[in-house]
């Protein structure tokens, strides 16, 4: 699986919009971004997914560069109960493909 | 639905106890694994099953056993504890389509501490 960058912290207002960013120049066509968070020693959480188009759900919007060797996890009204840490994952999507590999992450702090 | 379970939510071990951590999930998933957190570092991989009766390991497997005798359980047995397997160990499933649009859930953890 590639190898993705990240911030390890990153402040926001609450209100506004967080952007974490996240850099995997050597990912692969097969390869999709997988974002997920941990609360606070939680179990991680899945927030989203997406292989080269813009994806949208109900907590988060995924922005891929077109030569998908970045991308950006919007959070549009970032609240205090978002401060987390962010952990951006390329995973391969062939058939046999289970594992996450976990970097360090991006630790957001949602500031009152 | 009860997610994916994990008890005992604490724990401490002497050195060379053994003990078995349970992972529970009532989603019909067919991929089940294991995962262990050291304090400010990501998860790593210990071992995972695609199915029951089907195992393999991980990145870093040593001093586990796993076994998946049915689709909802996937228990993580330390054999001998030592301190270097203090840590948070999570329990993770999914439908286990092969493919990498899987989404993996979680469960709460379990904090084991060794003496």
């Known amino acids: 699986d590639a190898k993705t960058t990240q911030p390890p912290s990153m402040d926001c207002a609450e209100g506004r919009a967080a952007n974490l960013p996240c850099n995997h120049s050597?990912?692969?066509?097969?390869?999709?971004v997988y974002w997920y968070r941990q609360i606070h020693s939680q179990g991680p959480q899945y927030i989203i997914h997406?292989?080269?188009n813009n994806e949208t759900n109900e907590m988060a919007s995924l922005i891929i560069t077109e030569d998908r060797k970045s991308s950006t996890l919007i959070l549009p009204h970032a609240t205090l109960r978002d401060t987390a840490v962010y952990y951006c994952?390329?995973?391969?999507?062939?058939?046999?493909?289970?594992?996450?590999?976990f970097g360090k992450g991006t630790k957001l702090s949602v500031i009152p | 639905n009860a997610g994916v379970t994990q008890t005992p939510k604490f724990q401490v071990l002497k050195t060379g106890q053994s003990m078995t951590l349970q992972c529970a999930q009532d989603?019909?998933?067919?991929?089940m694994s294991w995962y262990r957190q050291d304090p400010g570092m990501g998860l790593r991989l210990i071992h995972y099953?695609?199915?029951?009766?089907?195992?393999d390991q991980g990145e870093v497997p040593n001093g586990y056993n796993v076994s998946r005798s049915t689709t909802e359980d996937f228990p993580l047995r330390l054999l001998s504890a030592a301190p270097s397997q203090t840590s948070v160990y999570f329990c993770?499933?999914?439908?286990?389509?092969?493919?990498?649009?899987?989404?993996?859930?979680f469960g709460p953890g379990t904090r084991l501490t060794v003496l």
């Open positions: 099953s695609v199915g029951a009766g089907i195992t």
């Open positions: 989603m019909n998933h067919e991929y």
């Open positions: 993770a499933s999914s439908y286990g389509t092969g493919r990498g649009t899987d989404t993996q859930y």
């Open positions: 050597t990912i692969s066509g097969n390869e999709y």
């Open positions: 994952i390329v995973r391969e999507a062939g058939a046999g493909s289970y594992q996450l590999t």
């Open positions: 997406g292989l080269k």
